[in-house]
């Protein structure tokens, strides 16, 4: 099993479904608290029209909001933004109170040994873990797949 990680910022729809149909996704994780992106730009990622999409790819969708970091934790990020002047969208790292915060809180609680063995059992391959942020660093699913490559397990950010 190959994990694979995608934000959203900064893609055209073409381009985003290109990364998950030319790399072979078979099963996409939406690890967001919120599943909608305001405004027109990236409406193809909002929930409804996203898993309609992944459908006729033939890519299975899985909401993991267990992953997702909490309101009170992206607070946090954004105060370290606000602080250090940069914004969510062009944002080049996280936080250390947002690291800290989401491996105790988040992470640390959640079992990645069971979520791998019910991929195992449902045949799974190719993985995506999606969030908005174009940057891996900059966003939560950096420290997912950190986690997963200390499991042994292969990561590729597209």
């Known amino acids: ?6 934000g959203v910022y900064n893609s055209t729809k073409d381009e985003y479904f290109n990364k998950l149909r030319d790399n072979n ?3 996409f994780f939406d690890i967001r608290q919120r599943r909608g992106v305001r405004g027109a730009k990236y409406k193809f990622v909002n ?3 996203l898993q309609a999409n992944l459908t ?3 890519i299975d969708y899985y909401h993991i909001k267990e992953l997702a970091p909490t309101k009170e934790i992206r607070n946090l990020q954004k105060q370290a933004d606000k602080e250090s002047g940069d914004k969510k969208r062009s944002r080049d790292q996280l936080g250390n109170v947002f690291i800290e915060e989401y491996k105790s809180r988040i992470l640390n609680e959640y079992d990645l040994h069971d979520l791998i063995r019910d991929l195992k059992e449902k045949g799974a391959n190719r993985v995506a873990l999606f969030c908005v942020e174009e940057k891996p660093e900059a ?3 950096s420290l ?7 499991m042994g397990f292969k990561i590729t950010h597209l």
């Open 25 to 27: 996704i078979d099963t």
């Open 1 to 6: 099993m190959e994990f694979f990680t995608l």
């Open 47 to 49: 929930s409804k029209r």
């Open 144 to 150: 997912v797949t950190e986690k997963l490559k200390q």
């Open 56 to 58: 006729e790819f033939g």
């Open 139 to 141: 966003c939560h699913r």
